[in-house]
């Protein structure tokens, strides 16, 4: 039971970590119909950001919100000198979705190659703020640290303000707007790619907010070659998926579910089954809901 | 040129050349080079696999370095537990494989774009890594996979190297002649159709779901054969042959060479595997970083798949062919 329930509790923390994965995957495929497999690089190089500032300033709290900003200017950059002339040209068309992910697949490249050519073997070195020692309940230690506590109190405040944002700005209106009816957005006097602009701003401070969690809860440490950074992001755009890759509340759904589980299996059944279990995940769910927990069914038919 | 057709019989002239110019190759290159050209041959194999799925029926894979091992494994144990000669061993690897891709596109067909993409994704993470659950895959080390010596009757000289160009280049040539006819048959014909409007498609009396899955039957096949191809050229099969890299570069070699046209496949291919030699070259000879070497294959390969997904979005050749007809 005990060891349950921290099973649990490390399931919830790396679930809340692709969460934030997942929701910048979900805000860049609302915006602009993409799934930006860039995602995990723009995570890595505002992380790489992060730790600088901390050898700098030495303080996490001031390294955070930097690397926040580094991952939403990063991602707005993008959209606006890459993603955007190269959706003018193929007229976004639905079925063009393969060539977009090809390209984001180039700039996760280059970007890689950017970080190399910058670091080398050099490694980024993100240590814990906090004790990650677990607290002491009734004798044991238990998998809650004031580290993981730290990270879920981020992730949920970061969940609160973008609820808010959503839910009771312009802003969040009009970012629902440009992805529910672009033309109509547009013919109601809101400034379409402006706001998918926005859109991919968020998601970047989403993604280097996980990337500097993951890394935190991790190894503290973070290299160019990162495959955690791979994996991340595999992990939050299968959680999307399952979420329904149109809503923001499937997304954190489907990242607890597959943190959870995967938790489980990889305490009880091994390491070597963990990734495939994430497919059968998926295909399960999606067998069951073909547009995922929370999807639109029959929405958006081309 | 007045409406001059190209038939079956100039195909099959020019699929002799491309033979009979390996063949030559073979003899004059050195064996490092005839090693590079059976990864050649490899990629063609696999990258056609991801074209026929992709750029003709339409639905996206960016998980068939997982089929590839399937194929692997499939000629590997296939070899080992009944000392099948070579070629049964490739049959094996496509009818295993085909099997599994008719189960997958059960699956899929029902899936699309993001959720096609998702899913393929994460059968290319978690696939090769079950091999390390189950003793008889050989865990992280693997299963040998042994294409034998050249027969003597090719003469001493004829090496190791020479005999996998030669085996994966005729498996390339034959698999692609089939190919291509039956991107020109009915079958083709339907993918394209529903590639292009589904709801068109059903109304001229084309069952979607089940033309979907034989795509994805098909295309799981062809990426089986490469699959073998790529043990045979490997000695051995283990997870680490197949990573995620592995899917991603033969998405990216199907782009290059222009995803909605099977006749550019051999530019995605030599690209793939001359791009880094170059880059190595031209490092070893301007640069005297260790980095730079290490990093340059990279970029140049992903900032041509950039400019190719700007420039020619339907790939090198419909481009010229676009350029020649104005």
């Not at chain 2, 490092?283 to 005297?288: E, V």
Request: with cysteine; glycine share 10%; hydrophobic share 55%.
């Amino acid at each position: 039971m005990f060891e349950f329930v921290n099973t649990l509790l490390i399931g919830i923390t790396a679930g809340s970590i692709y969460s934030l994965m997942a929701i910048a995957i979900v805000l860049v495929w609302r915006s602009t119909r993409v799934i930006n497999f860039a995602t995990g690089g723009l995570a890595l190089a505002s992380t790489f950001v992060g730790a600088s500032i901390l050898e700098k300033t030495g303080s996490f709290w001031i390294a955070l919100p930097v690397a926040m900003l580094a991952g939403a200017a990063f991602s707005a950059f993008i959209e606006y000198f890459f993603l955007r002339p190269l959706l003018k040209r193929s007229g976004e068309k639905n079925q063009e979705i393969f060539l977009a992910i090809i390209a984001t697949l180039g700039l996760l490249g280059i970007i890689k190659a950017i970080l190399k050519f910058i670091y080398g073997d050099e490694i980024g070195s993100l240590p814990p703020p906090l004790s990650d020692k677990g607290f002491i309940v009734s004798g044991e230690s238990i998998a809650l640290s004031p580290l993981r506590l730290m990270i879920l109190g981020i992730v949920l405040l970061l969940m609160i303000v973008l609820t808010f944002i959503f839910q009771r700005t312009n802003l969040g209106l009009s970012l629902r707007a440009a992805s529910f009816a672009p033309e109509i957005s547009r013919l109601s006097g809101i400034r379409v790619d402006l706001i998918r602009t926005a859109g991919w701003a968020i998601a970047g401070a989403a993604g280097a907010t996980a990337g500097v969690l993951q890394t935190t809860n991790g190894s503290g440490s973070v290299s160019p070659d990162s495959f955690e950074f791979t994996l991340l992001f595999v992990f939050g755009f299968v959680a999307a998926v399952i979420g329904g890759i149109e809503s923001l509340i499937g997304a954190v759904v489907g990242s607890l579910t597959l943190g959870v589980i995967l938790a489980i299996i990889l305490m009880y059944l091994g390491s070597s089954l963990v990734f495939f279990a994430a497919f059968v995940i998926l295909i399960l769910v999606l067998l069951l809901r073909p547009s995922g927990i929370i999807g639109v069914k029959g929405g958006r038919r081309a | 040129m007045h409406n001059h057709q190209i038939t079956n019989k100039h195909r099959f002239i020019g699929f002799a050349l491309i033979g009979l110019v390996v063949y030559i190759l073979s003899n004059i290159v050195d064996e490092w080079t005839a090693y590079q050209g059976a990864t050649v041959a490899v990629f063609v194999v696999a990258i056609a696999s991801v074209i026929l799925l992709t750029g003709y029926s339409g639905q996206i894979s960016l998980g068939h370095g997982a089929l590839l091992a399937i194929g692997a494994y499939a000629a590997a144990l296939t070899q080992i537990y009944f000392s099948a000669p070579l070629w049964i061993c490739f049959v094996a690897a496509v009818l295993v494989t085909a099997f599994f891709g008719a189960i997958l596109g059960a699956a899929a067909a029902r899936l699309s774009g993001p959720y096609l993409a998702g899913t393929t994704l994460a059968l290319a993470v978690g696939l090769p890594s079950i091999a390390n659950q189950f003793s008889i895959l050989g865990g992280e080390q693997g299963i040998s996979f042994d294409a034998g010596w050249p027969p003597l009757s090719l003469g001493e000289t004829f090496t190791q190297y020479k005999w996998f160009l030669w085996i994966a280049t005729l498996a390339a040539l034959i698999s692609m002649w089939w190919v291509q006819n039956i991107l020109r048959s009915r079958y083709g014909r339907s993918w394209r159709a529903l590639k292009s409007n589904e709801v068109a498609a059903e109304l001229s009396g084309i069952t979607i779901g089940r033309s979907k899955v034989l795509a994805f039957t098909v295309s799981a096949g062809i990426a089986g054969l490469a699959g073998a191809l790529l043990a045979t050229t490997l000695n051995n099969v283990s997870p680490s042959a197949f990573p995620l890299a592995l899917s991603f570069a033969i998405a990216t070699g199907a782009v290059l060479s222009g995803v909605n046209t099977l006749g550019g496949v051999m530019i995605g291919s030599v690209a793939l595997v001359a791009i880094p030699e170059i880059a190595t070259s031209f490092s070893d000879r301007w640069s005297g970083s260790e980095n730079v070497a290490v990093l340059l294959p990279d970029f140049i390969v992903s900032a041509l798949l950039i400019l190719t997904v700007f420039l020619a979005p339907k790939g090198p050749i419909e481009k010229l062919r676009s350029r020649h007809s104005k």
